[in-house]
């Protein structure tokens, strides 16, 4: 009997990690109601035992600090357009399409991108505190779970719940607001092994950092807007120091459930326990609008 090794982790860890994923998955399934692309579209999450759950409160961290690793939770796939996030105002915060006035939104194609560039969503458990200042002048939270861009070969799925290891992070300042972008690679990637940290990044996936800077600098300048600062003159941080704000985050979480955070439009708090289940009301796909595929050269 013998177990091959790379970089120190041997294949039967990895089976253990991809059986433990596997098993992370079983617990969780989705209610879908109305259309994608309209409205009226919820996304909820469903518990081993059919009860309706939260994915921002009722889904476990499982931060490993010694792994770096923690849950994610996709939000938008890779390549697509559909700016799909996790509620905070519904019960149950469930993954719905952004709306203003009355329309749903999509992010543009920035030439030579199309739509979100990574797998991106949330980490659950976590919470950028905006009743408090973050260390950086006044800034503070944007009100949102951390955000996580999965940057692994695979294209996840709306809803996938699943275990990823920080890479490091870039600090957004968005309409004066801290909003970190956690670099994280699913644990299942064929590169997960190799890559530790944002070196590794560099070495495996030349451009890849400097191509998701640029663009969460500019994705919004097509909508009119100007283009988006960060903290740190736009370096990132490395995985050590982002495994800290993860939490820092979840502390802070800790005390919004808690009742203990005063301030307005805090997010919904509803979770599961109560045996409140939810009916499957999905209606088929709304057209996207044509100018979505349109390029916009910025």
């Known amino acids: 009997m013998f177990a091959r090794t790379l ?57 490993k600090t010694e792994q770096r690793t923690v ?23 469930p993954i719905v399409q952004d709306v203003k006035k009355g329309k749903v939104r999509f992010v543009h194609n920035i030439f030579p991108f199309h739509g979100y560039i990574q797998n991106y969503g949330a980490i659950p458990q976590t919470w950028e505190d905006p009743t408090r200042e973050a260390g950086l002048g006044s800034i503070k939270g944007d009100n949102d779970p951390l955000d996580c861009c999965e940057i692994g070969s695979m294209t996840l799925h709306m809803g996938d719940i699943t ?68 903290a740190f003159g736009g370096q990132y941080k490395d995985a050590q120091y982002t495994v800290q704000i993860v939490r820092e985050c979840h502390e802070a979480w800790k005390k919004l459930i808690s009742g203990t955070v005063d301030g307005d439009n ?7 326990g109560h045996g409140i289940k939810a009916l499957s009301d999905e209606e088929d796909p709304m057209p996207i609008p044509s100018e979505v595929g349109s390029w916009h050269y910025v």
């Open 71 to 93: 849950r994610m939770v996709v939000e938008v796939p890779r390549w697509s357009n559909g700016k799909f996030e996790i509620s905070k105002k519904l019960a149950f915060n």
């Open 163 to 230: 275990e990823v290891k920080i890479l490091g992070s870039l600090a957004l300042i968005d309409d004066g607001e801290l909003d970190w972008k956690v670099i994280a690679i699913n644990v299942n990637d064929p590169l997960a092994l190799k890559l530790n940290n944002l070196e590794d990044v560099e070495v495996h996936m030349p451009g890849l950092l400097s191509a998701t800077r640029e663009w969460f600098k500019k994705y919004k300048i097509p909508a009119g807007k100007p283009a988006n600062e960060f």
């Open 7 to 63: 970089k120190g982790v041997t294949m039967a860890e990895r089976l253990k990690h991809t059986g433990a994923l596997l098993n992370a998955q079983k617990r969780f399934s989705q209610v879908t109601q109305g259309a994608k692309y309209g409205p009226n579209f919820r996304q909820y999450l469903q518990l081993a035992n059919g009860e309706v759950g939260s994915y921002f409160h009722d889904i476990p961290l499982e931060l």
């Open 266 to 272: 805090l997010p919904a708090i509803r979770r599961a």
